[in-house]
């Protein structure tokens, strides 16, 4: 880097000055070292890791959250150069963000796979495979600093962890249902299903509300058509590349009609894995990009909304995130006294928590905070404040003194955030998980409760929900000397396959108890689930009767996975055949009966496709190869004891890889 008059002149401590958007007026500051001191105190207290270099590439400011974040003291990086500030996050000496502010575009060019500049801002984001165990997702923004001349003296630099995110934004794509239960009634998040082409399936009230149509009028529509009025989808569409690709997508775009969203495609799979359609989470985080853009200097790092005041309780600094967030503008609010910035959130002239951090008294903190959290000199709580925006709303808030070089104090600073949203989103969700841990117990008990015993056959049954609630499900039907058997998989996942799931129950064993024939049960349930599905759902079912009298049994398959049939003393098996489609699919099917004897010895295995389609972290299939090998290794146990061997080899098989499907067995061994 280049030695200049003006990097010197910083060095030797001139004033560097701050604009109008900063969090501290130059003139409301000492000159000199304790301006440029009470300027690091405000990177100190910024929430985001924050370092700055000066021309030469010497470090001048290393803050706290920067130590948090990396692991390397301020006292022990402050003065350093030769890109020494790389080493925690590279394990090498080279350039990041903030040197090229200081370089020609012409240099800047391909040095970060997703770089953006507004200005002299660059913002990135990047991942570091050195940096935190596995590697991490890095974002970053770096502006040049001025000195009151205007002249470049260095360089400051804003960086955020966002593993964590990228983490949960990964967890959020597996859910899809649960999504659209969960952000269907939030005003700010749009959810789409959409079909291969890109018609409307159903939109939430966020979207319909926005289109002035209901649900039923936007239906079979193209969405970039009737959203935007386009001829073709947004660029960067996210639904498009996940109905391209058949993976969850996730990104940052920006719509014709100039909003930004953080969009989330999730691809949704038929059981061939053919892409049947996706749903589409919008947020709008238009404000949140306009805000940003906005911000010139070092304010621009500070994501919340943040105040200062001196000694004396006057207002130094009133930034736009804070203006946003009371509605106050900062030039009705600087230079105001007697409580003037407790107006816009609690509607009286009182103490704050920037107060407490002036003169911190716990008798004060705990009757007005109940809440508080104090580290060192920083105070940090979480309060509701009833008159704030009409209905109330919950702010957290983080207020630390602002000191000058000798340690004086000079005032304080106070930044807020609305939690409501977050808080009202937590809340939702808290309620649907509670829904559907009562929806799983209201499933759980339509299962029989045991398995009734049948003179001459030994068996054993269960079924795991891959979700809190599922689509499989097995019954039986006791009569004369006969028991019935069902085991059943509905299409989809979740609620709906849940809801399906009651009403083919229902009416299967309805039929069941009315009609002797396995076909005339099979004929009569489809007319009835296809005469009431609307949503095109099915349901494949297997129905047998075992007979005590003949050592027999009568089937009938509706497009179920044929049970595995291993006679005594064969090491091969035989698969019962499927006899008819699926139930629901469509009216006036017949549906054909087949009979096999069962002797002694001889086992069969009726099971769902969550078992042969297990997968383990290679995302390998568990097939039905494994299945026989280990029906075959446990033939000499009880059928009790052989479900639990298939049920222990898929555990193995699988790992710490998630249930990807519902897993539903029974197990019938002829005596």
């Known amino acids: 880097m280049c030695q200049d008059k003006q ?41 985001d890791a924050v370092l700055a270099i000066d021309r030469n590439g010497k470090v001048i400011a290393w803050n706290r959250a920067m130590e948090r974040l990396t692991g390397a003291k301020a006292e022990d990086m402050i003065g350093k150069g030769d890109f020494e500030y790389a080493l925690p996050f590279y394990g090498q000496r080279r350039p990041i963000l903030l040197d090229l502010t200081l370089l020609p575009e012409e240099q800047v060019r391909g040095r970060y796979d997703r770089l953006e500049r507004e200005g002299n801002t660059l913002t990135a984001e990047i991942f570091i495979p050195t940096f935190g165990p596995g590697g991490s997702f890095i974002w970053a923004k770096a502006t040049p600093l001025y000195d009151s001349e205007g002249k470049t003296i260095g360089a400051i630099e804003s960086i955020r962890d966002i593993t964590e995110k990228k983490k949960a934004e990964e967890a959020l794509q597996r859910s899809e249902q649960e999504k659209a239960a969960i952000l269907g009634g939030l005003k700010n998040v749009a959810v789409e299903y959409l079909d291969p082409e890109m018609r409307i399936i159903w939109l939430n009230r966020a979207v319909t509300r926005h289109l002035g149509l209901s649900g039923e009028e936007a239906k079979g529509k193209l969405c970039f058509q009737l959203i935007q009025g386009l001829d073709k989808p947004c660029a960067g569409c996210t639904a498009l590349r996940a109905l391209q690709t058949g993976r969850p997508q996730c990104g940052e775009l920006e719509t014709p009609d100039g909003k930004t969203w953080i969009s989330h495609a999730n691809p949704i799979l038929d059981d061939k894995k053919r892409v049947r359609g996706v749903v589409n989470v919008a947020v709008n985080i238009t404000s949140q990009k306009r805000a940003e853009e906005k911000l010139e200097n070092i304010i621009s790092f500070l994501p919340d909304a943040t105040f200062v005041i001196d000694l004396n309780g006057r207002v130094l600094a009133w930034n736009r995130a804070l203006q946003e967030l009371s509605g106050v503008k900062p030039e009705d609010m600087l230079g105001k006294g007697d409580y003037e910035y407790s107006l816009p959130f609690y509607g009286t002239r009182r103490p704050m928590l920037i107060d407490l951090a002036l ?158 024939r396995g076909t005339e049960v099979l004929q009569d349930a489809n007319d009835m689930i296809a005469a009431d599905s609307r949503s095109g759902m099915f349901v494949t079912l297997f129905y047998g009767v075992l007979d005590e009298k003949t050592k027999s049994l009568v089937y009938a398959n509706a497009g179920h996975p044929p049970p595995l049939l291993m006679r005594r003393g064969e090491d091969r098996f035989r698969a019962l055949e499927v006899t008819g489609i699926a139930l629901g699919v469509v009216e006036g099917m017949k549906y054909e009966e087949r009979q096999i004897d069962l002797l002694p010895g001889d086992i069969l295995v009726l099971y769902t496709d969550g078992v042969n389609e297990a997968i383990n972290n290679r995302e390998e299939l568990f097939g039905l190869a494994r299945l026989c090998r280990t029906v075959r290794g446990s033939r000499d146990l009880s059928a009790q004891g052989i479900l639990d061997s298939i049920l222990k080899d898929i555990g193995l098989f699988a790992g710490d890889q998630a249930q990807f499907d519902d897993i539903t067995m029974i197990v019938v061994k002829a005596e």
Do not use: C
């Open 359 to 516: 003169n911190f008294d716990d008798a004060a903190a705990e009757k007005k905070y109940p809440d508080i959290h104090r580290e060192g000199e920083t105070l940090t709580t979480e309060v509701f404040v009833p008159k704030f925006k009409g209905g109330g709303a919950n702010l957290w808030a983080k207020a630390t003194p602002l000191r000058d070089s000798s340690g004086q104090l000079l005032g304080a600073i106070e930044s807020v955030r609305d939690m409501t949203s977050i808080r009202k989103a937590e809340k939702t969700l808290e309620q649907s998980r509670a829904e559907l841990r009562i929806a799983s117990d209201i499933q759980r008990s339509f299962l029989p409760e045991h398995v009734p015993p049948v003179r001459g056959f030994d068996l054993a049954a269960t079924s795991i929900s891959a979700m809190e609630v599922g689509g499989d499900f097995y019954d039986f039907i006791p009569g004369m000397e006969r028991m019935g058997m069902v085991i059943a998989d509905v299409s989809g996942k979740s609620i709906p396959a849940a809801l399906f799931m009651a009403l083919s129950r229902t009416i299967v064993r309805a039929n069941a108890t009315h009609h002797e």
């Open 7 to 47: 990097a010197d002149d910083a060095q030797a401590g001139k004033r560097i000055e701050i604009d109008a958007a900063s969090p501290v007026k130059p003139e409301s500051m000492k000159p000199g070292a304790d301006n440029e001191h009470s300027i690091i105190a405000v990177i100190d207290f910024i929430p």
